[in-house]
C-alpha cells in the first residue's frame, strides 16, 4: 500500500508541474482572471487615455487611428489583451500562482506594439522583481521568455509593466501568457538522520561536533537518475547519501540536486543544517558516599566530572556553608580537595555537599551528597 501511494503522489506532482498555471493566459475567456492598474475602456474611441486597456479580436476596432489592425496571437481570430500605457509604469497585468520550492519555471508571453512611435518596453516581474523585459516591434508578435527557480513554496505574483512612459505611441498587445514548470522533476527531499535538540540542532556528539548524515527522502529507484551533494564549505558527493563532520556552534547550507540523464531535467532543494551542544557535564562523586560519618579535619570530596563535547572543564564548585572553587586535573577529569571541618559541639552534624560543573556552552549540572560531621574534642 505504501509504494502505490508513493507512485499516486509522484503521479499528481508531475501532473501539476507540467500544467500552464496562469488562468486565461489566451484571454480568450475575457476581462477575466487577472487584476490591472490601467482602466477598462470596452468601446470604440480614437483618442484613448493613457493606462488603458481592453480585451479584444481587433485592435483597430479598439482605436481608429492605430494604422492597420492586429490580431491574437493565438490562432488570428481570438482575444487579446490590448493597452495604451501609462504615464507612471503602473501594472498591466498581475495574477496570483502557487509554486514549489525548488523547482525551476519559465514566465512567457508574446507581445506586440499597436503603433510605429514611442515602442513600449514590456517589464516582466515575479513578486515585484525583474525577471527581464522585452522592447516591442510594430505590429509583430514576440516572445518573451524567461527561468526562474523557487525558493520556497507558496504563493507568487506575477505582473507586468511598461517602462517607457511616453504619451505618444507606447501601445502594445499580450497574448499567451503562461508560467509552467520547465522539468517534470519533483524537488529532491533532504533528510538529516541525527537527531536535533532544543535548539533545533544536531546535537554534538563530540569534541569536534558531530557527523552530519544526510540521504534522499523520496528517492527514486532509475539508474537515469543522480543525486549530486554539496554543502556552504565546499564538501561534494554524489548518491544517496552525504555525510560529512560540522563543529559546535556552526551551521552549513546543504544543497542537493536530482538530474534525470536521459531528459536532462534538474531539480534542486537546500536545508540547513546547525550543530549545538546541549548535554551537561556528568558529575560522579566517588566519596564520600551519602550517610558517612567523619570526625574532626579528616572530610576529602573526590570527583570525577566527564563532558564528551566540551573537554576543556576545568573548574569546579563546591558548597558547604560556603563556595569554593576547586581545580580538575585535565587529564582525568578528577579532583580530590580536603572539606572544612565542623563547628565544636559533640552532636553530630548533617552537612549537604553541593557540586555544580558548566561547560564552555553554559551548560551546567550538580550533585549532592549528605554526610554526618562530628567534632574532634580532643583537638
Known amino acids: 500500500m505504501r509504494t502505490i501511494m508513493s507512485i499516486m503522489v509522484l503521479l499528481i506532482g508531475l501532473a501539476n508541474a507540467e500544467a500552464n498555471l496562469v488562468v486565461n493566459g489566451d484571454f480568450e475567456s475575457g476581462n477575466t482572471g487577472f487584476i490591472s492598474s490601467y482602466n477598462y475602456i470596452p468601446h470604440a474611441n480614437q483618442y484613448l487615455p493613457s493606462g488603458s486597456y481592453f480585451v479584444g479580436d481587433n485592435s483597430k476596432a479598439w482605436n481608429g487611428n492605430f494604422p492597420q489592425p492586429m490580431f491574437d496571437h493565438t490562432s488570428g481570430s481570438g482575444l487579446m489583451l490590448l493597452g495604451d500605457a501609462s504615464n507612471n509604469r503602473s501594472i498591466i497585468w498581475q495574477q496570483t500562482v502557487d509554486v514549489t520550492a525548488g523547482i525551476e519555471y519559465e514566465f512567457s508571453g508574446w507581445v506586440a506594439s499597436l503603433y510605429y512611435q514611442s515602442l513600449p518596453n514590456l517589464e516582466f516581474m515575479i513578486d515585484g522583481q525583474a525577471i527581464g523585459s522585452?522592447?516591442?516591434?510594430?505590429?509583430?508578435?514576440?516572445?518573451?521568455?524567461?527561468?526562474?527557480?523557487?525558493?520556497?513554496?507558496g504563493p507568487v505574483v506575477l505582473s507586468i509593466r511598461d517602462l517607457n512612459t511616453a504619451w505618444l505611441g507606447n501601445d502594445f498587445a499580450i497574448d499567451d501568457l503562461s508560467f509552467e514548470a520547465t522539468s517534470t522533476l519533483l524537488p529532491p527531499v533532504i533528510q538529516i538522520a541525527n537527531p536535533t535538540n532544543s535548539s533545533g540542532c544536531v546535537e554534538a556528539t563530540g569534541f569536534g561536533g558531530a557527523v552530519i548524515t544526510a540521504s534522499v527522502g523520496n528517492l527514486i529507484d532509475?539508474?537515469?537518475?543522480?543525486?549530486?551533494?554539496?554543502?556552504?564549505?565546499?564538501?561534494?558527493?554524489?548518491?544517496?547519501?552525504f555525510k560529512f563532520e560540522l563543529g559546535v556552534n556552526e551551521s552549513t547550507i546543504i544543497f542537493l540536486t536530482v538530474e534525470d540523464t536521459l531528459t536532462g531535467e534538474m531539480a534542486s532543494s537546500f536545508e540547513q543544517v546547525c550543530v549545538s551542544d546541549t548535554t551537561s557535564p556528568e558529575i560522579i562523586i566517588i566519596s564520600p558516599e551519602y550517610g558517612d560519618t567523619f570526625t574532626g579535619n579528616n572530610l576529602f570530596l573526590d570527583v570525577r566530572i566527564t563532558d564528551a563535547v566540551d573537554l576543556s572543564i576545568e573548574n569546579y564548585t563546591v558548597s558547604i556553608g560556603s563556595t569554593a572553587t576547586y581545580p580538575l586535573d585535565p587529564g582525568t577529569g578528577t579532583s580530590r580537595v580536603k572539606l572544612s571541618k565542623p563547628a565544636p559541639g559533640s552532636a553530630p552534624v548533617p552537612t549537604d555537599i553541593l557540586i555544580i560543573a558548566q561547560d564552555v556552552s553554559g551548560n551546567s549540572s550538580s550533585a549532592t551528597v549528605q554526610v554526618m560531621q562530628v567534632h574532634d574534642s580532643s583537638k
Not at 222 to 241: K, L, M, T
Open 134 to 153: 522585452i522592447l516591442t516591434h510594430n505590429l509583430t508578435w514576440e516572445q518573451f521568455s524567461a527561468t526562474w527557480i523557487a525558493l520556497q513554496s
Open 222 to 241: 532509475d539508474p537515469s537518475i543522480v543525486y549530486y551533494w554539496s554543502n556552504s564549505e565546499g564538501e561534494s558527493a554524489v548518491g544517496e547519501e
